[in-house]
T-cell receptor, first 112, second 115 residues
Framework: DAGITQSPRHKVTETGTPVTLRCHQT?????MYWYRQDPGHGLRLIHY???????DKGEVSDGYSVSRSKTEDFLLTLESATSSQTSVYFC???????????FGEGSRLTVL | GENVEQHPSTLSVQEGDSAVIKCTYS??????FPWYKQELGKGPQLIID?????GEKKDQRIAVTLNKTAKHFSLHITETQPEDSAVYFC??????????????FGQGTILTVHP
């Protein structure tokens, strides 16, 4: 399994506060992703990165930003958290060309 | 963009029975169709995948079939065991370029296998 560590694993915050979730990988995979998981929606892509400093938007990117300054780290930032961003967030990596995604254990975020 | 529909949302079977989960996709350009299993409190894990140049793929008790014309694909689990109980997700994407890992997932199926 790819070594993917997410932090924090659980966070409760208030509406309007900034939040940063961190993903750290040890597999030197080029591609990294942030997905959110909500009941009835499966997993939806927020942002992804195809290399250091190369990022792009996914399906549900509004209200989120990302940064990738090193191969191993991919940060997801909620500039001003809203209750609709209460979710479980998963980081994943991909060691192309197989296309297989390796997921972290998830970060549960509650916005009150 | 791609849209993936997955059915059923819940599936309950007796140990030893077969289970079938079905998905449809909308984008004919999609060429990669993985299935992920998610156990409670964990991230999804790939269990099997199929590419558009193949109609069927088997791995022990698990098989996936793909009908490109109808744009649907299915997961078949035979001789189910209690440890098969989990949430299963289908997904679709187009491999290549910067598209690696840009999966569109179905809504998920909660499979319960009763001993």
């Amino acid at each position: 399994d790819a070594g993917i560590t997410q932090s924090p694993r659980h966070k409760v915050t208030e509406t309007g506060t900034p939040v940063t979730l961190r993903c750290h990988q040890t597999e030197n995979h080029r591609y990294m992703y942030w997905y959110r998981q909500d009941p009835g929606h499966g997993l939806r892509l927020i942002h992804y990165s195809y290399g250091v400093k190369d990022t792009d938007k996914g399906e549900v990117s509004d209200g989120y930003s990302v940064s990738r300054s090193k191969t191993e780290d991919f940060l997801l930032t909620l500039e001003s958290a809203t209750s609709s961003q209460t979710s479980v967030y998963f980081c994943a990596t991909c060691g192309a060309p197989t296309g297989e995604l390796f997921f972290g254990e998830g970060s549960r975020l509650t916005v009150l | 963009g791609e849209n993936v529909e997955q059915h059923p949302s819940t599936l309950s079977v007796q140990e030893g029975d077969s289970a079938v989960i079905k998905c449809t996709y909308s984008d004919s350009a999609s060429n990669y169709f993985p299935w992920y299993k998610q156990e409670l409190g964990k991230g999804p894990q790939l269990i099997i995948d199929i590419r558009s140049n193949v109609g069927e793929k088997k791995d022990q008790r698990i098989a996936v079939t793909l009908n490109k014309t109808a744009k649907h694909f299915s997961l078949h689990i035979t001789e189910t065991q209690p440890e098969d109980s989990a949430v299963y997700f289908c997904a679709a994407s187009m491999l290549g370029g910067t598209s690696y890992g840009k999966l569109t997932f179905g809504q998920g199926t909660i499979l319960t296998v009763h001993p």
